[in-house]
Structures are given as structure tokens and as C-alpha cells.
């Protein structure tokens, strides 16, 4: 099989790509490199099962032609990031409706498969907990920009869906609940790999708020397999399925485990939301999945436990300091 990746040389991008050329399928990454990086897919490059492109998920001609020759889209390419979408909620809302809407219409030609991603975001502030496929969106104000997010998300499910109804393009939405392991980068605000590079360094790690929210860390690997199953059983079709792990620990807990699995002198401080975001930033005070609908049609729940994730991450960060440490000495043989 022929699948088209968006968003491919990101991070959940990358390690799926990777489990599809072990299995023997062909795979055609399209990504514009604004928070995905070479870097991701350089152990890939040399497989003659794979093509990639550096463009944009905008480029109605590349895509219509991508999408053409593909078996199956994963439709991954998106502005993620709490920190980003704060800081630049244009580019978020057109690239998550826009990419979307370019990719469906593409694939209703000829009615190819997607699975397309949205996030946990679109829960928003509801405290059903645990979150629930048919449960209600709660989401808060428009003059809050962090819910243009899971808005700009909804949106994209509303438009999936209608596509498999109207148009009968097979569709699969997954909701991923904070996806976490080797390559993530903390650049965007992602909790895991900042507090593990802090803890390394025996910084202070920096808990936002006051620390009492929590949140469910999924291993790519269980996220990617979870994806490769939804994608192989026509049950999928036309439904919206939460992937994510249901260990939950609070952040303040969290910054607390990775000192202790680092080993790190490091000191665990509290910043006011305010200072970590922007004035009035609403954060989601707990946020766990249901996966009894991802079992029931995969057989597979994600079980991977925090304490192995935290130490995976904690190599990878170690390996890569060692690596750019060796660089800068020029000291590589
Ligand atoms: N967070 C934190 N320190 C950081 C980054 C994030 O305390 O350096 C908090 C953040 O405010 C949120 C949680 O950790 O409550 C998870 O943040 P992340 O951006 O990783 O994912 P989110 O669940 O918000 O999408």
C-alpha cells in the first residue's frame, strides 16, 4: 500500500512512517518543515520505499497529485502547540481549516481513505471525566485564543464527517490526547520533553500554574500502532476514536517523577499562568480518555507506563546532547 503522510516529518509523523516501511509498505511524506524537521526523517531517507516533499499542505496542485497516486492519507499536518497557537492563532486556524479542506477535497476524486487528527483539545473545559467520544464540547470564549485550537479542530471533524456522509469518503478521525517520546521537541511548549531537558540540565523545571492540573501521557509507539490498527479494519470508517493512555498524574506530579528518574539536583518553581501564556490563559484542569471504543474496534489499548516514557525520553535527550556535544569538539569518530 501507498500511504501519503502529512505532517511527516513531525514528530507522530515521523515514527509512523517509520513502522510503515518496517512492514514493507511505500511511503510519501509531504511536510513544510515549521515544526517537523529533517532531523526526524534522516534515518529514513535512504529507504527506496520513500518519497518526500518539502511543501505546504496548501499546495492544491502537489497535494491533488499526491493524494492521486496515495492508497491512504493520514492527514497529521497541523499548527500544534499551546504555545504556538497563542502566539500565532492566524496561521493556526487557516492551516488546520485550510490543509484539512484541501486534503478531503482531494481525496473525494476518488475516494480514498483518510484518517485525519484532531486533538483532546476539543473536550475543551468539560469535566465529564473521562472523555468520552459523544460527549458534549465545552469550549470557552472566542476572545480566548487558546480555544481557536480545538475550535480550528472541530471544525476539521465537523467537515471529515460530512465528507464520509455526504461524499462517501471514508473517513477515521482520532482524537490524541498528549502524545509523548523520543523527538518531540520542547520548542512549543510540550510539557514532557521541557521538563525532562530541564531536569537533565539541573535547571529549575518551570510548572505552570499551580501544578494541580493533570494530564495522560500517551508513547507514540502505542499512539502510531493504535493508528496502523484503525487504518487496517473498515469498522473505523466514519467514526471519531479517542488514542491516548489513561495513567493520569498531575503536572506538579510529573515534574516531581521525571526528577526522580533523572536523578536531577534540579528545583521544581511555579509560573503564573499569565507569564507562561498570556493574560487570562485557561488551562484544562484534568484531562483523561475513554479508549473503550479504540479497544473495541483495534483489540488494542495504549499501556505503555509513565515511568518507562519518562526514562525512553530521557535517553533520546542524552544521546542527542552527547551527539551535539561531540559535534561542537569535533570529536565525531
Ligand atoms: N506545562 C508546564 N510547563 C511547561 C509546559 C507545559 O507546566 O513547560 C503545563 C501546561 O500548562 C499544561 C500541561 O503542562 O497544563 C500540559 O501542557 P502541554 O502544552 O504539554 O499540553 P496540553 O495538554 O496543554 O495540550
Known sequence: MRYLITGGAGFIGSHLAEKLLERGDQVVLLDNLSTGSMENI???KSSPQLEYHLDSIENRQLIAELVDESDVIVHLAAAVGVRLIVESPVRTIETNVNGTQMILEAAAKKRKLVLTASTSEVYGKSTQIPFREESDLVLGPTTKGRWSYAASKALDEFLALSYWKEKKVPVIVVRFFNTVGPRQTGRYGMVLPNFVKQALDNG?????GDGKQSRCFCDVRDTVQA????????RAIGEVINIGNTEEITI???AQRVKERTGSASKIAYIPYDKAYEPGFEDMMRRVPCVEKLEAITGFRPRTPLNEIIDRVASYLREKAALSARVVTGNLA
Not at 204 to 208: E, F, G, K, L, Q
Not at 227 to 234: A, G, H, N, W
Open 42 to 44: 534522516r534515518h529514513l
Open 252 to 254: 506538579e506530579g510529573l
Open 204 to 208: 529549575t523545571i518551570d510548572v505552570y
Open 227 to 234: 493508528v496502523i490498527k484503525l487504518l487496517d479494519t473498515e
